[in-house]
């Protein structure tokens, strides 16, 4: 065995899946000074994926997730240590067939083989299901078994071989240090109690410890220790006697939230239908403690009991299996169920690696190995799992632990894409609640914010507007008709938007100008009083943020970016500051941010102020200090709902009085509150507008979003030389929009897609499109329009057919609906595309 | 045939057991529970003998005295093959010695038996995992005035009573005793069963007898002083490399070791 280093370029702590398959990528992308850590013993520490059921579920509804998962399996497979037994999830309720026809549609758009069985074809495929208590099943041929320990083995010994690993376990992290860096401590030590080992870089794949870890070094890493039940049951000659590990597909059995996975002659049965059993990471006990593992905790019966009935129910015969083995297997839970990845944002070239499915472990291996080579990942956006996502108040234990209780129960759960939380609400909220409560607004929850979403005050519209409601519960679940409603008030008179949830930031200082320059692609050195909008791109030129920058005096700018995109942005601007010249401060919680749009926005709120409201004396894009009703405010002509009219800053103090005083003048000129639903849906869709995370993800770059503007600014910013290239390159795909020639289903009735990413534009013979670089075409955002009287979506298509009038078709719920190409380029509006409107 | 076992829940521990700051017990914040080993078997040999029998008028009861939660304890013994179930609530483990445990579960045998009828045969654990007093089988059984062996790694019905089988070094010592009797045995005496689904549901069913039989005597002479854990013996995994290739370095130290 190796000395123990004193040194090391990047210590990765905890050899699971994930830190296993992270070094063997890191090595394989160069890095040649690795020390892999962990407490326990290998090959397998005593981590979770020491007791993980190992299958493979390919099919998700989530691009991210899916990509990961699919990658995985290559990675497994090239290995040699992948078992494809194919798996069947099956249904006992109507709603579960509903729901893998959603999955059906996941899994066109995703390219991935599957097939919806009926109760016969379930049973001749697994024949000791009881066909009495199924409705039918959804079949995926390439569900997979994996070995995740021998892979990490596999993966340790590739870059050991290469000389760029050293791998010490049963070695305990102690302390992890830092030092004072450029805007933030930066890594400087591991201290373990074999040593302490010098290094630039640490990467925490601790599994359920990791925040434990990340403690140390002064960050968080939002995720809690839970339990998933599962036992061993056996032996049973109708398994035996096939001399297989897995002859029979894997079964979900999803109404009950359980699973059944054949173990060679005995069958695994999971749960994640019981109690959430929620643990601290210091109740769990060390290996030596351990009666099995740390991670095997101690089986408590009672909870399972409801579970090994319904087992019995859909296969009989697993009641006269003895129970071998049954734990408590811990995994890790985070407040959104999404993994937790990246660079933290408290500590400089400290990385998150946490909260991964072996499922998920080599395909995350290869992504943070990417992201901390090239400062973003390549092989997919990670936003959702990014651990900037989380804003400071999702980073505390109730937080982690009240939300990880309420979506335990939805790991095999039916979520819908629009699906708000239950618990902790009412957090963080906009200077006008009171009032918005007394209009009975409807929230949605925005970045931790109470965003109204639509007014029931606003009801009367429906009727008076003509707005239908919508036949299938799916499509009017979190939806409302008032949005529409509301939508043609806006268009007709006015509408009163609280954007409070917007993430503010202001940079500052002597050094603010290059600083700002080198962070957006568009000219930010503009007169004061001047916006800019502009993509924020990663080094690859792909979009890492779309935000609006507003020059407030010749050293201060103030960003203004989305409710959910402020924790990812506010990483990348400090993490992008320099040592000193620029100071950034975050002024979301000080400032309150109101619209006012329509055509009667700007004489109503000309009462209100003596500054000259004239498109004459106040053009669009632009920023004016304004007194209103004696209220100091900053008044920006922009908008991203398509109709005149400003967007309003003051003082969070001051929001309340504002509110007041716009609504009473508004009295006159037929305002109306006015949720979220028309501004980011209904009025940006009409428009064209793009949004963050929908159509604008680091996998297109400006050009291919239409957003490239006819020169490039001469001086250099992240990500230029890869946009110079995109704008030379041919092109390979074009965003467009869609128009719905028909909703009509089967049954007679109009569908809403719902453009949560995952249905797939197909040809009208069904077939997917996939652009010369791999990317499938999907719906990014769909909606109505209102004012067009239209059902639209949004897509990138290959060059050949992002031409108006291109007849395509977009699957929804398993059923292809045909659409045309409407809009495509730079201009994507189909309502008042001249922009006449908004410089009325 | 009615046989009576005596079974009791002790932590399910792993290779470093913690002890309380004031040295009185194990420390159990991380532990599960279980029933104690040789108890396991002492179930197991009953639920065996009583299913080799014809008939089906047969009970295998199994008592344990300790906290309420013990009831686990006896659901575990109603899926492998217990049939009648009494708990003796006895909470505050530390002021429970051998001798005020032994008149406690002779009050409930006396108990048991005075509604049931007489127990053929009862089975104790060699010794508890925990407290490892190796006294309350022989204490009660001395108190009923019945015959007792311990260290049985066999038994089988005869006519009159039961022949038991004890290892030596030598051999094995071969006891015949009339019923009734009681026998203290050793893990290894069979392997015990696990539950299977359906008994672990039936075994939710099952009704536990409470028997108020705590109050019987104070603790005799004997008491805890501290426990302590023993230092530890630091041990270092050392990786003889992967699959095949690991085969040389095993050979060369299962040598070094004298295996060979």
């Known amino acids: 065995m190796s000395d123990f280093p004193a040194r090391a370029d990047c210590v990765v702590i905890g050899a699971g899946i994930v830190g296993n398959c992270l070094v063997g990528h890191l090595s394989d992308l160069g890095w040649t000074d690795i020390v892999l850590l962990d407490k326990g013993p290998l090959p397998n520490p005593g981590g979770s994926t020491g007791h993980a059921s190992n299958f493979i579920f390919p099919v998700d509804h989530s691009k991210e997730i899916v990509d990961l998962t699919v990658d995985s399996q290559h990675q497994y497979e090239a290995l040699g240590l992948q078992n494809t037994c194919g798996g069947i999830e099956v249904a006992r309720s109507p709603e579960r067939m509903e729901e893998f026809r959603r999955r059906m549609t996941s899994a066109t758009c995703w390219g991935i083989e599957a097939k919806l069985l009926s109760v016969d074809e379930v049973v001749e495929m697994v024949p000791f299901i009881d066909p009495d208590v199924i409705l039918g099943g959804f079949y995926t041929p390439s569900v997979s078994a994996v070995d995740s320990l021998e892979t990490g083995t596999q993966m340790r010994r590739r870059a050991t071989e290469a000389g760029h690993l050293q791998t010490f376990a049963n070695t305990e992290v102690l302390d992890i240090e830092t030092v004072t860096g450029a805007n933030r401590p930066r890594i400087s030590a591991v201290v373990t109690d074999r040593g302490r080992i010098e290094c630039d870089t640490v990467a925490i794949a601790c599994g359920v410890w990791s925040p434990k870890l990340a403690e140390m070094a002064g960050a968080t890493i939002p995720l809690t220790p839970a339990v998933h039940q599962m036992v061993d049951v056996g032996p049973f000659d109708a398994l035996v006697e096939t001399n297989q590990e897995l002859a029979y597909p894997i079964v979900r059995d999803m109404d009950t939230f359980c699973y059944e996975r054949q173990s060679a002659g005995s069958m695994e049965v999971g749960s994640y239908a019981h109690r959430p059993i929620l643990h601290r990471v210091e109740d769990i006990p060390s290996n030596e403690e351990a009666a099995l593992s740390p991670t095997e905790m101690p089986f408590t019966p009672d909870d399972f009991d409801d579970q090994l009935e319904q087992a019995i129910e859909l296969m009989e015969f697993l009641g006269d299996g003895e129970i071998k083995y049954a734990i408590n297997g811990l995994l890790s839970l985070t407040p959104d169920a999404a993994p937790v990845l990246g660079p933290t944002p408290e500590v400089e070239n400290l990385w998150s690696v946490a909260a991964v499915w072996v499922k998920e472990g080599p395909g995350v291996g290869r992504l943070m190995a990417e992201w901390m080579t090239h400062g973003y990942p390549r092989m997919t956006d990670p936003h959702g799992s990014d651990v900037t996502r989380f804003y400071p108040q999702d980073r505390n234990v109730i937080h982690i632990e009240t939300r990880a209780d309420e979506h335990f129960n939805k790991t095999y759960g039916i979520v819908h894409p629009r699906e708000q939380w239950a618990t902790r609400r009412n957090l963080t909220c906009g200077p006008a609640k009171a009032r918005t409560d007394d209009l009975g607004a409807f929230y949605f929850e925005a970045g931790g914010w109470e965003r109204p979403h639509w007014y029931e005050s606003n009801a009367d519209l429906v009727e008076r507007y003509g707005v239908e409601g919508r036949t299938h519960e799916w499509d009017a679940r979190w939806w409302s008709p008032i949005t529409d409603a509301e939508h043609m008030h806006l268009r007709e008179h006015c509408g009163l938007v609280d954007i409070s949830p917007f993430q503010v930031f202001e940079v500052s200082g002597p050094g603010v100008v290059p600083y700002i320059e080198k962070m957006a692609v568009n000219k930010c050195d503009l007169p004061v009083g001047r916006s800019i909008y502009t993509p924020v791109l990663t080094a690859d030129g792909g979009f890492r943020s779309d935000l609006t920058i507003v020059r407030l005096s010749e050293d201060r700018f103030r960003i203004a970016t989305g409710a959910f995109d402020g924790g990812r942005d506010e990483y990348w601007f400090r993490h992008n500051l320099p040592a000193d010249g620029v100071h950034f401060e975050n002024r979301t919680e000080a400032v309150a941010t109101y619209g006012v749009w329509g055509p009667n926005a700007a004489a109503l709120l000309q009462t209100l102020t003596e500054t000259d409201l004239s498109q004459e004396a106040f053009g669009y894009g632009q920023v004016r200090d304004a007194l209103l009703s004696g209220i100091p405010t900053q008044m920006f002509r922009i908008s991203y709902v398509g109709d005149a009219g400003f967007e309003i800053y003051c003082p969070t103090s001051a929001g309340l009085a504002l509110w007041d005083a716009i609504t009473q003048a508004g009295r006159d000129f037929e305002l109306r509150p006015v949720g979220a639903g028309v501004y980011g849906t209904t009025g940006r869709l009409e428009k064209g507008y793009r949004l963050m995370g929908a159509e604008l993800e680091s996998d297109y770059n400006p050009v291919e979003a239409g957003l490239a503007r006819p020169r490039v600014k001469a001086a250099d910013f992240i990500g230029k030389e890869a946009y110079l290239a995109a704008r030379e390159a041919p092109l390979a795909a074009q965003l467009s929009t869609l128009r719905f020639e028909s909703l009509r289903c089967a049954e007679g009735y109009d569908r809403f897609p719902m453009g949560a990413g995952n249905e797939p534009v197909l040809t009208p013979a069904g077939e997917r499109i996939v652009d010369s670089h791999g990317r499938v075409s999907r719906v990014t955002t769909a909606g109505n329009a209102p004012s067009l009287g239209a059902y639209l979506a949004m897509a990138y298509l290959p060059p050949e057919l992002a031409a108006v009038g291109t007849e395509l078709s977009v699957m929804y719920q398993h059923e292809q609906y045909p659409v045309t190409v409407a809009a495509t380029g730079a201009n994507l509006a189909l309502f008042d595309p001249d922009d006449s409107r908004m410089k009325a | ?260």
């Open chain 2, 1 to 260: 045939m009615r046989i009576l076992v005596c079974v009791k829940r002790v932590p399910a521990v792993g290779s470093r057991i913690n002890v309380t700051d004031d040295g009185q017990q194990v420390d159990t914040a991380h532990l599960g529970f279980t029933t104690s080993p040789h108890e396991e078997c002492a179930v197991e040999e009953a639920a065996q003998i009583v299913e080799r029998l014809d008939g089906d008028d047969h009970a295998v009861v199994v008592l344990t005295l300790g906290p309420e939660a013990s009831a686990e304890q006896l659901r575990y013994a109603a899926s492998v093959g217990g049939s009648e179930f009494a708990l003796v609530t006895a909470e505050g483990g530390l002021d429970w010695d051998p001798q005020r445990t032994a008149v406690a579960i002779t009050d409930a045998v006396r108990e048991l038996e005075a509604a049931g009828g007489l127990f053929d045969l009862i089975l104790f654990g060699n010794e508890s995992a925990d407290g490892g007093n190796f006294q309350v089988g022989i204490r009660v059984a001395h108190a009923l005035g019945r015959p007792i062996v311990n260290g049985i790694k066999g038994i089988d019905v005869g006519e009159r009573g039961f022949t038991a089988r004890r290892e030596t070094d030598a051999g094995y010592e071969v006891y015949e005793l009339e019923a009734p009797c009681a026998l203290g045995v050793k893990e290894g005496i069979n392997l015990p069963r696990y539950p299977t689904m359906k008994g672990r549901l039936a075994s939710r069913k099952a009704q536990i007898q409470e028997l108020d039989c705590a109050g019987g005597a104070d603790a005799g002479g004997q008491s805890r002083v501290r426990l302590h854990r023993p230092p530890e013996r630091a041990s270092t995994t050392v990786q003889l490399g992967d699959s095949a290739e690991a085969a040389p370095a095993v050979v060369d130290l299962l040598d070094e070791l004298g295996v060979l």
